[in-house]
Structure formats: C-alpha cells, structure tokens
C-alpha cells in the first residue's frame, strides 16, 4: 500500500449509475479511493484507486479482505491491495452501499433494488463465496446497516407506507420485522455493539442529525453526541472501546456525496469526539461497518472531483 497521493493521471470515469440509499446521479468525473487509516497515528495508505465510483468498505472477520460496491455488484480486495474480484451475487446485480459481513465472515447481507417489488431495496443473504441470493425482508426499501454479533440478527432502515424512516430488526433466518424507533424523526445508520446489548444510530429527533444509542430492544434512547456538526454513522470498534463516525457541516441536509467532511472517533462510553482525518466524501464513505478486527485501522472511501 502507498502512502495516499492524488497526483494520479487524469482519467474519464468509467460510469456507473444505479439506485441506491441516498446515491449520487448525474455524477461528475471522479477518482474513487480505498483507505485504511491508522487509529493512533491517523496515517492514511491507499489499497486501491480507480476512475469508477465505489462505496462502503467491509473488513472481513479474518482481516485479509475488504469488500465494496460498484456499479450494481460487490467486490473483494486483499487489504494489501490488487485488483478486486467481483462477488457472484445471482440476481442480485442493482446492489447499494448497504452491506455487512456476518459474524463469522461465511455470508453478506446485501441490500439489493428489486425490480419485482418496484425497484425499491430488499435484504438478502448470499455466501461469501458466491450463489443466489435468500431474501430477508418482506417489504421495502429497506436498507441494511448492521448484523448482530450472535449471527442472529440484521439491523436496517426502512421506510413504511410512505412515513419517515425508522431502525428495524429482523431474524436471520427470516420472519416479521420489528420495529424500534417510532418517533417522527430521520433515524439512520444502526450498528450493534459488540458485546451485542445495544444499536448504535443517528437521529435528527433533538433538531440536528447526532449519534444515539438504545438498547436492543429499542428501549432507553440516549443521545451520545451534542455538537456542531451532522453526524452519520456511528460504528462501534470490535474491542468496544471506540465509535467511529462521519461528520458533515450542520448546514448540509441528509448525507450526500461529494462533501468536505471528517471521520471522527469517540469513546463508547460518551466524550467528546475527535477527527481523525478530514476529507472530500460523504455519502459511499462509511456507511457500513469497516473495522479491522484488530480495532487498530478502519477502511473507508474518500473521492476526488476531476475538472
């Protein structure tokens, strides 16, 4: 891995437009970058860079593979860097940046635009190693976001009967999805903690889009961030101690792309958080969990505007 340059040729981007949770259309030429950022040093290396539009690292359990989407398809690269390998999804081939890895590593859980259900986004399982998709959720979009760390579990964000999106849960192995949240607020980006008790999440219920945690159960909402910015998507580190999430200036609305922004990182048990490294990003950035099994790194993905 090099140490991050964007003293790259200038290329015309090979384009990919699809659906997707918030997603970009109409997009301008671009340079995509896959980072792993160092938590103590904040250094930042580049695994990979390419004239396409890609989104949302996952780590994998073993901590040899990143996995992200592009263009509709999800692909994996060795974390020292290569050329990525696309994941046989069967159907499956209008997937969004809302995607995660199981427990084990053995399955991705992908959120994929169904033409049968209108286009909207369904969940589905499909192993890591490739074959056609099982469906989770019965009705859309919904948007998934975490996997419990007892395999049991899938967290996401769904929008029922044209309302505000709130967090639901369902089974793994299927079954009627549970809703937590049901307040009139946007509430986004659940991920669970790892000893399993607790959902991370942002809401914009106090006013201004913050980071939140509640039980599992949905119950006991407490607020975790109280600042300036918009934050989005809070995920926990694996060794619990930290939660890394994304910010955007307080004027900017929802989580679009091709923003300035910044990574930050608080302590689990509530303080003031810190940035870890500013960049040029946003939506496609982290919106999914990214975390090195060592806690010591995350991956994420930050863009360049080609003029």
Not at 145 to 150: E, M, T, V
């Amino acid at each position: 891995m090099g140490k991050i340059t964007f003293m790259l040729t200038i290329l015309m981007m090979l384009g990919a437009s699809y659906l997707a949770h918030g997603s970009q259309t109409g997009r301008a030429e671009i340079i995509s970058f896959l980072e792993i950022i160092d938590i103590e040093s904040g250094s930042r290396d580049v695994v990979y860079s390419d004239t396409s539009h890609f989104e949302a690292p996952n780590w994998s359990p073993d901590g040899k593979t990143l996995y992200f989407n592009s263009g509709g398809f999800i692909y994996s690269i060795p974390v020292e860097g290569g050329e990525p390998v696309r994941l046989d999804t069967g159907f499956a081939d209008r997937n969004n940046n809302d995607h995660v890895l199981s427990p084990g590593g053995t399955h991705l859980a992908i959120s994929h635009h169904s033409a049968e259900d209108g286009g909207a986004s369904i969940i589905y399982i499909v192993n890591i190693n490739g074959g056609e998709p099982v469906r989770i959720t019965g009705k859309g979009p919904s948007y998934l976001h975490g996997w419990s760390p007892d395999g049991m579990e899938l967290a996401y964000v769904g929008m029922r009967d044209g309302k505000q999106y709130d967090i639901y849960v369902i089974p793994v192995k299927g079954g009627p999805e549970v809703q937590l949240t049901h307040t009139a607020a946007h509430e986004d980006g659940p991920d669970y903690s790892p000893c399993g008790n607790y959902i991370w999440f942002n809401s914009d219920r106090s006013g201004v889009m913050q980071i939140w945690k509640m039980n599992r159960d949905g119950s006991n909402p407490v607020q975790m961030t109280f600042d300036e910015y918009n934050d989005w998507f809070p995920h926990p580190s694996p060794d619990g101690k930290n939660v890394a999430l994304l910010s955007y200036d307080k004027g900017v609305e929802g989580h679009p792309a091709n923003k300035k922004v910044w990574l930050r990182l608080m302590p689990s048990e509530g303080g003031e958080p810190v940035v870890l490294t500013e960049l040029f990003g946003g939506q496609g950035t982290i919106n999914v969990p990214s975390w090195a099994p060592d806690s010591k790194r995350f991956a994420f993905v930050s863009y360049k505007l080609l003029e």
